[in-house]
DNA sequence: GGGTAAAATGTAAGCGTGTACATTTGTGTC
DNA sequence: GACACAAATGTACACGCTTACATTTTACCC
């Protein structure tokens, strides 16, 4: 086995240089002759060395290191949103430090051992913790939430979605085929995409002169959606269910299904978010969703500013995914 | 807003005392006064101090930082896997670095990137990584192997499952109900999981004196499951269908009923992993699984073995968590 | 109270880099 | 060949912390 972790004054030595000259030769455009870097990587690919980033980040002041603060990534939709960040961020040459609030007792106490290591960047994915406490905490990093809490004036950078043309484009469609009894089933009514998404579908049954029921009792899980649905549907006849998420709607999907309701045809249902699984062929539920990549990249090009910059707001467009919960526009 | 960044040198005049003594407040079992440390305490937290773990790592040569090495957060199975493995982490103060494999050309060089950051331990989920490169490039940290590869004389920890008998026993309760023609589909042929599942397979028929098919074009995903299930049984009749992976499984099930065939009265369906959608009332999929979060505790206490203590080998076994997509005994 | 040992704190040297500054090497010109 | 000037490299310190060692304070006992 070859020696353990070779510092760059060692290497220096076995190239018969100054560790000034190895550390330029790690650095872009720096002052060095091509050749000696050129030595120098090869040297350092042979030992396998490689600069220390905790020495580097401690006297850059910069770690290259980016805090995501999530919820969990169990979950598809978290899951799959998280997925292409990761991918942009290592393109980039980032380091995602990963922070799962769910199930965490104290999220404070975590994102205070997350910034102890000088993360550069903070996404905050998650709904679960407060801007401020974040803001207070990660005090030396650039904060940017993809939560959709409102800013209300702070100083922070933000990319929120923007539904309500798609929503109104699925309210449109069914009210059209003559639909009437909505009914929105709610994942954390205290969560702020949660409101948001009621409210812009509650303006656009409003646009249509028509009002909503609400469940509030979903939980954003599919056990949720399946139980809410089966209590919902043996009191009430609703033509549409727009459910605050997918894996919720899937749930409604099949109580409907084990309640010998026909969907489309009785029961419209409609979801949120986009991920894979309400794609699949045995759901095939309508969503309202993001464009594709349009918030991972937003996310990547806001950390890539200067972060000397003042903070940047992104809006990412939904659009409707159609499924078969959905009727078909008649030929 | 409040100073960015204290350092311990300036949290030390104003508690008038040396930088000794702050660190010191900061070390459990250290030699200082209790009443000096909580007075630290306090006006560290006052101030929002936190000792910069890039520095403190550079000198412990210890970083607290655990790189996790997945295929993608966006599948389930890694997804719900991973997410208890970084609670269990995080409830030791440790911190997740996420390092996604799927989609990135280059996975040595993501893996030299992490490297820098000194992890002190690599989880290597992923099977598309070698572990000969992952040791290699890994220098100084402890590896520890969950993707099944052999390990081959390689000081290398590693947890692994067993579904050896839980294999046998769906078997068996097949064949007792008089299946016969067995298929297995596979997810990606090179993968090691994914032999073991067939190899475990195969023993359990060969016990009982029957043989099986192979379809080897699976990827994991649903759409294959469904892909290959349309083509199979569009020329063939089997009993029963193991799928290397619950997604596939799904797929298939959807497949089934496409075609107008019973699930599970002409065919039963057997997946791998137990996500939780497996689950879920539409899919409801006989799942062979590790007990409950014993992936992850036995990770997380390899993770806090001491690192001098040779390497250890830890074995899993898997369960059955019996859904619709087979037929019920027979009371 | 003086002496001793234990407890608490201070001092200073690293940990492995990057970089301002000083120094050396190279190039071209008269 | 001496000179000026640019290119390349070396020197030394800082980044913020831990820790071995030195020093001071406290506690205790005769």
Redesign the pocket.
């Known amino acids: 086995m070859r020696s353990k972790?070779?510092?760059?004054?060692?290497?220096?030595k076995l190239a018969?240089?100054?560790?000034?000259?190895?550390?330029?030769a790690?650095?872009a455009d720096?002052?060095?002759?091509?050749?000696?870097?050129a030595r120098i990587l090869a040297l350092a690919d042979e030992h396998g060395?490689?600069?220390?980033a905790?020495?580097?980040s401690?006297?850059?002041?910069q770690s290259r290191l980016v805090a995501l603060v999530v919820n969990t990534v169990a979950n598809p939709a978290e899951g799959e949103g998280l997925d292409q960040l990761v991918h942009r961020l290592q393109a980039r040459e980032r380091m995602p430090l990963l922070l799962c609030c769910a199930n965490h007792e104290d999220r404070n106490q975590l994102m205070r051992i997350a910034s102890a290591y000088r993360v550069d960047h903070v996404v905050l994915y998650s709904d679960a913790v407060s801007i401020d406490d974040a803001a207070d905490i990660f005090r030396s990093a650039t904060l940017i939430v993809a939560s959709s809490e409102p800013l209300q004036g702070r100083a922070v950078s933000d990319v929120r979605l923007d539904a309500s043309a798609a929503t109104r484009q699925v309210v449109d469609r069914l009210v059209d085929m003559g639909r009437r009894h909505f009914v929105y089933l709610s994942g954390r009514s205290s969560s702020h995409i949660d409101k948001q998404r009621m409210s812009w579908f509650s303006d656009a049954l409003e646009a249509q002169g028509l009002a909503f029921d609400v469940v509030e009792h979903g939980d954003y899980s599919y056990e949720s959606g399946y139980k809410e649905a089966v209590l919902l549907l043996r009191r009430a006849r609703p033509d549409v269910i727009v459910c605050a998420n997918d894996l919720m709607a899937i749930g409604v999907k099949d109580a409907a299904s084990l309640l010998n309701i026909r969907v489309p045809e009785d029961l419209a249902i409609v979801g949120h978010d986009g991920v894979a699984l309400a794609n699949w062929e045995a759901h095939s539920i309508t969503t309202i969703m993001p464009l594709e990549g349009m918030v991972s990249t937003a996310l990547a090009e806001i950390i890539d500013r200067d972060p000397t910059e003042p903070p940047m707001q992104r809006v990412v467009d939904c659009v409707v995914r159609w499924g078969r919960s959905t009727p078909e526009l008649p030929r």
């Open positions: 972790g070779l510092t760059s004054v060692q290497l220096a018969g240089v100054s560790s000034a000259t190895i550390s330029r790690f650095t720096s002052l060095i002759k091509p050749e000696t870097r060395y490689r600069p220390n905790m020495a580097r401690l006297n850059m002041s």
